[in-house]
């Protein structure tokens, strides 16, 4: 039982460690997408 809890812990630290991962991603993406559309307004 306590071996499962812990795979289960596991599974759910690494999933949310890809999410903030993604989130991170698409927050960087943003940003850059954000940056050029300003670039490209001011141009």
Same mark, same amino acid.
Request: contains cysteine; hydrophobic residues 45%; glycine residues 2%.
């Given at each position: 039982?306590?071996?499962?809890?812990?795979?289960? /812990?596991?599974?759910?630290?690494?999933?949310?460690?890809?999410? /903030?991962?993604?989130?991170?991603?698409?927050?960087?993406?943003?940003?850059?997408? /954000?940056?050029?559309?300003?670039?490209?307004?001011?141009?």
């Amino acid at each position: 039982m306590e071996s499962k809890m812990s795979q289960q /812990n596991t599974k759910a630290n690494s999933l949310a460690a890809q999410q /903030n991962a993604a989130r991170a991603i698409c927050k960087h993406a943003l940003d850059v997408a /954000n940056n050029t559309f300003e670039g490209v307004v001011l141009w």
